[in-house]
């Protein structure tokens, strides 16, 4: 299996809603990513886990939470978003996690994303 | 800071013909150079990824060309295809693997039948 799956594909939700996310990978990838991406802009990093531990969080606001239950998955916990929020929510994994170099490393594999609107 | 500057911001080319993508980087501490391809409403797929140690790169239609005491590579799409159409964005990892991928801007292609 050499896929990143999202859940769910579409969200919408309102500024006083809870919700998740879901990104799951068996491809054996040891390190996770979550990426914000506007349209017609590059993704940008939010978090990074890297062997299940959280990396980088890359100044991310605390409405957005990340989890990383077990090597497969990542989730990430939406609370009092804002509606400059939505946005194009990837989730990606990598073979080599930082800070560990070597071949593979950079290769990340992408999932299809959340387009998640804020009301 | 670490820029990846990528250009043109969009391109239009018909089909059969050459497609080409040029990236520029600032700092030498990269460690790798990989280019995704996103379709509208999709993910971006790794296309073709080269070393600084290799000067070219072949994967059939796509090349990536570079330059490194230029600090410059670029992405060739050779007998480009209407299904080439898509954002195409150039990238680079730090030598130290921090995890971030710095992205360039992306162009967006457009291959007219």
């Known amino acids: 299996d050499t896929e990143v799956t999202q859940t769910p594909k579409h969200l919408v939700m309102g500024m006083t809603n809870k919700k998740s996310l879901k990104c799951e990978q068996h491809m054996g990838h040891r390190a996770m990513y979550w990426y914000k991406q506007k349209a017609k802009k590059p993704p940008e990093l939010m978090f990074v886990y890297s062997y299940e531990k959280l990396s980088i969080n890359e100044s991310v606001p605390s409405r957005f939470s990340p989890e990383c239950p077990n090597s497969s998955l990542l989730n990430l916990h939406l609370h009092a978003l804002q509606p400059e929020d939505s946005a194009l929510y990837l989730c990606a994994s990598s073979q080599v996690p930082p800070p560990l170099t070597g071949a593979g490393v950079g290769e990340q594999f992408f999932g299809p994303g959340t387009r998640l609107t804020v009301l | ?113």
């Open chain 2, 1 to 113: 800071q670490q820029q990846v500057k990528q250009s043109p911001q969009s391109l239009i080319v018909q089909k059969g013909g050459i497609s080409i993508i040029n990236c520029a980087y600032e700092n030498t501490a990269f460690d790798y150079f990989p280019w995704y391809q996103q379709f509208p409403g999709k993910g971006p797929a790794l296309l073709i990824a080269i070393r600084p140690d290799v000067s070219e790169k072949k994967e059939g239609r796509f090349t990536i060309s570079f330059n490194k005491s230029a600090k410059q590579f670029s992405l060739h799409i050779m007998d480009s295809q209407p299904g080439d159409s898509a954002t195409y964005f150039c990238a680079a990892i730090p030598s130290s693997n921090t995890g971030k991928l710095i992205f360039g801007q992306g162009t967006t292609l457009q291959v007219k039948p």
